[in-house]
């Protein structure tokens, strides 16, 4: 997606480590306006996917899913929890997740109840990296038994083997830009 | 407001301890519909003000406040995080916020970069109980030497001393729904 791609390349501060920062825009301040096209993208690669539920992950994925629901027929989004949280309750989904910067593993939830097997769902996070975080929600949709359309990414880092990861598994993953390669403080991105 | 007072009614479950669950719609699972209403009604109780940043605390917040921003010109929004983040870097605004369910007390962090003078910024959450959080973000939006507009907010717990806390400063606070007692399963809205 040019527009994300530019914003990247404006914004996108590459720190130590060859480290991206899109939080100008994406994971502390957001930029409505773009999440706005961001969405409509999302509802143009997926066009002809009827979905009936968006699911995310706390908490930097809830405001792009929450936008994108709305060109999906306002369709409800669920966010799954990182913690056990006193606002959840009766039977939930779990899934382990392996954090590499952290080196820690956590738990994923969802309430059974907001997943059942006449749903199709759609993916929706800010980043594509390791892949653990999506295979975990990957793993919960399929514990509850719906369908799985796919996945909207917003940067997908394709140095990492997430999206390889995750697509070998025969699961649809659309990112609206992928990222090659950061070297020597410049951004390549993959044609799509 | 009448919609979302009915929906707390037909949807909410209170839980022992009078403890009111409303993650069918709101903080769990998000409805779209329900949630566009809410971010017009915001415009129309802060109908007049111009806002240029929506401040808000990760992550129940975050979808409310991003929907609620486009109907105020798809102003940024910002959500401060709970955790010491690799995503923030730069000076930070921190404040403290004690939690009086878990027992703990915690920072609540933005970078000040993205929150100016020239700034009139509006705060947004989903519930004010003891105002802690709320305090916390009111605290930051001083420090950066932005003016407060005010809150909004979706539920205000009215048998809670958050709101009356928070109002006693001078801050204009806005709730959607005020519970004034919730007592043997039922529900008691002030009217607003």
Redo the contacts between chains.
Sequence with gaps: MELLEQRILQEGRI?PGN?L?V???L???????L??EMGKEFRRLFAGETITKILTL???G??IA??T??YFN??????A?KTK?????GELLLAKVQSF?RGTTFDIQ??RR?LTPQDRVLLIDDFLATGQALLGMVDIVKQSGAQLAGCGIIIEKGFQQGGELVRSMGVRVESLAIIDSIADNKINFRQQ
Tied chains: 1, 2.
């Excluded at 994971?27 to 306006?33: G, L, T, V, Y």
């Excluded at 306002?74 to 966010?79: A, E, G, K, N, Q």
């Design positions: 720190k480290i920062k939080d100008s825009f994971n502390h301040q957001m930029d409505i306006k999440f706005k706390e908490a930097s809830i405001g929450v936008i629901a709305q306002d369709c409800p989004v669920i966010f929890k949280s006193k606002n959840l309750d910067t969802v309430a907001y």
